[in-house]
């Protein structure tokens, strides 16, 4: 007769699990927002979108998430400017606010958008992201 007494390390299990919450409640944030969000890469490609920007550009995700920014509303949002100034937010870690832009959109036709963004760090990534967060109106 004996007894067997196992001792196991739970911080990283803990760790784990308070990572995953963390997403998940980023994530539905993310996707509760009624502002247009768009997540994208160092690369500029689109990360993420959230409804908003699908329903407000009237997109959807087929025709958004994987593609370079460059490419999006065939062509619309290839702006020498917002591009370089995105590259500057990954380069410098400086904050986008309150740029304004002028797009052509397929679907929509000409467009304002008031554009602000900033980098984040994701958990799950080495590199980080620019958010993008939009603010339509009629040109």
Do not use: Y
Not at 45 to 54: D, H, P, S
Not at 60 to 67: C, D, F, N, Q, R
Not at 69 to 79: F, H, K, P, T, V
């Amino acid at each position: 007769k004996g007894i067997v007494i196992a001792f196991n390390d739970v911080t990283t299990q803990r760790r784990t699990e308070a990572i995953e919450a963390a997403r998940l409640l980023g994530e539905n944030v993310f996707n509760t927002v009624r502002e247009p969000l768009v997540l994208i890469d160092e690369t500029l490609q689109v990360i993420n979108a959230n409804e908003a920007f699908f329903q407000v550009m009237n997109v959807t995700p087929k025709e958004t998430l994987g593609l370079p920014l460059s490419e999006l509303g065939d062509g619309a949002w290839n702006i020498p400017e917002l591009v370089a100034l995105i590259k500057a937010i990954f380069d410098n870690n400086t904050v986008l606010e309150n740029h304004e832009v002028t797009l052509k959109l397929p679907t929509l036709g000409l467009r304002k958008i008031m554009v602000n963004a900033r980098q984040i760090q994701a958990s799950d990534r080495q590199q980080p992201l620019v958010l993008l967060a939009l603010e339509s109106g009629i040109a």
